[in-house]
């Protein structure tokens, strides 16, 4: 059984044109993470959550926001795509950040047109 | 500096022999968490196994088994008798601090291959 869920697996988008991905899970973890990562690279944590607090990162676009309306759900907002916002989106949670190990959903692949 | 070094992009092996898979890191923290993922091509990151800084014994998980030697800031992944289903990239990755870092450092990924 899924136990964090990415919707669309695939999504194409227009250069400039808003775009939502969302993320469940049925862990009831605490934590929920956003990663970015481009082909051939590494992940790239973008922003996470604990219960309600946000967390971004330093480096993470202001064109990326991310809205966490209950505990099982996370989205992943971006308000103008660009050409280089290409990539596939992994979501995580885990259950506290301390020692838990985070777990990953399939992932969104993201095309800008 | 690189935190997470993964210096093979590519290795090859035979299926059934071992392989193993480097990673060394850097940290100043006493704390940290060492761990394995795997992503197969259709993109999902899934674990394979953990390692405390402060754990004595090094992890296993089936197949899999972590060299960890602190000393050398090293925690190599060891994959036990190979299948044509370990083809994939893995990534070794890393979170320092034990209370309120939630962030997951990887390396730049290694490309495995098992030959039939």
């Known amino acids: 059984d899924a136990m964090v869920i990415q919707n669309p697996r695939y999504q194409v988008t227009q250069f400039g044109k808003p775009v939502t991905l969302s993320c469940s899970q049925t862990?009831?973890?605490?934590?929920m993470y956003w990663y970015q990562q481009k082909s051939s690279q590494a992940p790239k944590l973008l922003f996470h959550?604990?219960?309600?607090?946000?967390?971004n990162e330093a480096d993470t676009p202001d064109n990326f926001q991310s809205r966490r309306p209950n505990t099982s759900f996370c989205f992943l907002d971006i308000r103008s795509p660009g050409l280089g916002d290409a990539a596939m989106y992994l979501c995580?949670?885990?259950?506290?950040?301390?020692?838990?190990?985070?777990?990953f959903g399939p992932g969104t692949r993201l095309t800008v047109l | 500096a690189q935190k997470i070094t993964q210096t093979q992009p590519g290795m090859f092996v035979q299926e059934k022999e071992a392989v193993t898979l480097d990673c060394t890191y850097d940290?100043?923290?006493?704390?940290?968490?060492l761990f394995w993922y795997k992503q197969p091509s259709s993109g999902e990151m899934i674990f394979l196994i953990y390692?405390?800084?402060?754990?004595?014994q090094n992890a296993t998980e089936g197949r899999y088994s972590l060299n960890f030697q602190k000393a050398r800031k090293s925690a190599n992944l060891v994959i036990s008798a190979s299948q044509l289903g370990d083809s994939a990239m893995y990534f070794c990755?890393?979170?320092?601090?034990?209370?309120?870092?939630?962030?997951?450092?990887f390396g730049s990924g290694t490309r495995l291959l098992v030959r039939p």
């Open positions: 995580a949670t885990s259950r506290t950040g301390s020692t838990d190990t985070q777990y």
């Open positions: 862990l009831n973890h605490n934590v």
């Open positions: 959550y604990y219960d309600k607090d946000f967390n």
């Open positions: 940290t100043s923290d006493q704390s940290y968490g």
């Open positions: 390692q405390g800084s402060y754990d004595e």
């Open positions: 990755a890393m979170r320092e601090g034990m209370d309120s870092s939630y962030k997951l450092i």
